[in-house]
């Protein structure tokens, strides 16, 4: 009998018992195919030629090329390969890269100067805005307020603007440093011995690493010491300077 001979049944949700699944075998025993992976799509301002020519300039500015300077042969971002020979070029009379690379470091300083003097006025709004309220707590014996970080933790040198933080800037951080803090105390004592210990016998290397181990925890209460005596002193400063009387404009008068 030939494939057209055979008998069709009616019921095309019921094919023949020859051609059904047979029970306890799947009827797909390679499994379900895969899905093709979906290619994630740009919005409709990020999928332009423009954008994509961009993110092709960023990859190449930043990818690795070998540079051979002398007997020295080392990989730099191709972006500052580039800016090398520019200065190499400049520096051999080419008044045109000369020209541009002055361009270059004239808005890249402006662009960080820009960026340390607004990091310098949030600074000084900061301890401005703070301040107070850590040397009210201090006054009527309260704890200090959850803020971090502390005020005079933000240090402005005087000199160039720069903006630092000398301690913790979260509250989580703050929590690490009480557990240090905690451990350095009750490590002190043995500290103490250890170091005596290591002067009679500095080749001990098992007393070596202890000691290395304990003096870490006694630099972490130097500079926790020297904090809070930075905190003392400033807010003492801050103290005097509200007591110290405003001159008198009209001494001067007749």
Known sequence: M??????RSNNYRKPPVEHQFKKGKSGNPNGRPKKKAVQPTLGPLGGGIADRLASMALDEATR????????????????QA??????RAAAQGDIKAGRQLLEVIARAEG????????MLERAVQYKETHAPAFDLCEREGRDPPEIYPHPDDVIINAATGEVTIDGPATKEQAGAQKVVRELANES?????????????DPTNHKVRREFKELKRHNDFLKKDAERNTRRVAQRLSRHVLKLKPEPDDTSGQA
Not at 64 to 79: F, H, L, Q, W, Y
Not at 188 to 200: M, S, T
């Open 111 to 118: 662009g960080r100067a820009g960026a340390a003097l607004e």
């Open 82 to 87: 580039l800016i090398r020979t520019m200065f």
């Open 188 to 200: 002190q004592r043995r500290y103490f011995k250890v170091e005596a210990a290591l002067k009679k």
């Open 2 to 7: 030939t494939e057209d001979d055979r008998p």
């Open 64 to 79: 690795p090329v070998t540079v051979r300077e002398g007997d020295k042969v080392s990989e730099i971002p191709a972006m």
